[in-house]
């Protein structure tokens, strides 16, 4: 399907171009509908919902007594069907920034859960029903939060293997979260759909409103519930009256009435990629040059840093739009394939090279 890999060289490498050369999810064909990314867009956002399938919620009490909500999916079986074993791997599923879980994410969770994989929703606080019990959010590229949840996830699945996906801004968290760890993030192996790698660039260059508009939206929406809470630390009206997401987010982490700070600063500390030279797991970024959402290629897609790096991968696609990657037949999403033939593949290599060089399995 015209797909380029990316990538530095590597014996992983070698062992990835293999791999998705093989899926089928990758061979193109004429169709002319994933040459027009808006109409795409406009079609996630008018399609009709689907039923939702089960999720059994946990909330998680963070250090600071704040929550955020964990879903785990059971699937449209009900409680007593789906879900792996003991060391079946757990699937990580990061929504966008706004934390809305969309029908794509619920898909690619999913079809993990029909492959063996125990799939669960990180959603951040005040997000997608979590109850906000401090007068705090969770600014864009901070992964305190996360942190604590995979730390739980790692006590509570102890002998699995633990990955992550991400979709849209939300993957700003996770390439955060990764610079950060470093060697301790306790994940796998991680990938991002239609990822926004800079951060203040993105808010800064502003989307089609088409995408803009509902987002905004929806974070008011979810934020006039704590309009009286979050009086105490920021000028409410003038949140719940921004026109922009620039403009929500530097008043709701910007201009607060305790800390100050400015936009300059804010993005100093929030940056996806940072820390992306700390990084030490595989990430595959599954982008297309047609993101209307994300920008031009040559301005927003961090090249050097798939030549440089021995553990970021760039499948890069010609057609694909934001977080669609549509086909025709059942799915009609390639990428949640790819990204599951991607996981299957890490999964492959690592037991190889564990049994070339006689290393112990970790207990």
Not at 21 to 31: D, I, K, P, Q, V
Not at 97 to 107: E, H, N, S
Not at 122 to 137: A, D, K, Y
Not at 183 to 198: G, W
Request: charged fraction near 20%.
């Amino acid at each position: 399907g015209h797909c380029r890999l990316l990538c530095k060289p590597s014996a992983l490498a070698q062992h990835l171009v293999r791999s998705l050369g093989r899926s089928a999810a990758l061979r193109g064909g004429r169709w002319l509908w994933p040459c027009w990314p808006r109409l795409q867009m406009l079609w996630q956002l008018l399609q009709p919902p689907e039923p939702e399938p089960v999720v059994a919620r946990e909330l998680l009490q963070l250090s600071d007594a704040g929550l955020v909500a964990l879903d785990w999916l059971v699937g449209p079986w009900g409680a007593a069907g789906g879900g792996g074993g003991v060391s079946s791997p757990v699937l990580l599923l990061i929504p966008n920034a706004a934390g809305k879980v969309t029908a794509g994410l619920l898909q690619l969770g999913l079809r993990a859960l029909e492959r063996g994989f125990i799939p669960v929703i990180f959603n951040r606080r005040g997000h997608n029903g979590c109850p906000l019990t401090t007068p705090r959010l969770q600014p864009f590229g901070d992964p305190g939060d996360l942190r604590e949840a995979v730390t739980y996830l790692r006590c509570r699945h102890p002998c699995a293997s633990l990955l992550a996906v991400s979709e849209g801004s939300g993957s700003g968290l996770l390439l955060a979260y990764l610079g950060e760890s470093g060697s301790s993030s306790r994940l796998a192996a991680a990938a991002c759909l239609s990822p926004i790698f800079r951060g203040r660039d993105w808010f800064e260059a502003r989307m089609p409103w088409l995408y803009e508009w509902p987002l905004l939206l929806h974070l008011k929406q979810g934020l006039s519930r704590y309009a009286g809470a979050l009086a105490e630390v920021v000028d409410t009206d003038r949140l719940l009256g921004s026109r922009s997401l620039r403009e929500l987010e530097e008043t709701l982490f910007c201009r607060t009435r305790s800390r100050p700070t400015s936009w300059e600063s804010y993005w100093e500390r929030n940056e996806p990629l940072r820390d992306a030279d700390e990084a030490a797991v595989p990430v595959l970024c599954l982008c297309s040059a047609d993101d209307p959402v994300r920008g031009p290629p040559a301005r927003s897609l961090p090249r050097e840093l798939f030549r440089s790096s021995p553990y970021f991968f760039l499948l890069l696609t010609p057609h694909g739009g934001h977080c669609g990657f549509p086909r025709r037949g059942p799915g009609r999403c390639w990428a949640h394939e790819a990204v599951l033939e991607y996981f299957r593949a890490m999964a492959e290599f690592l037991r190889t090279e564990e049994r070339r060089k006689g290393l112990p399995r970790p207990r």
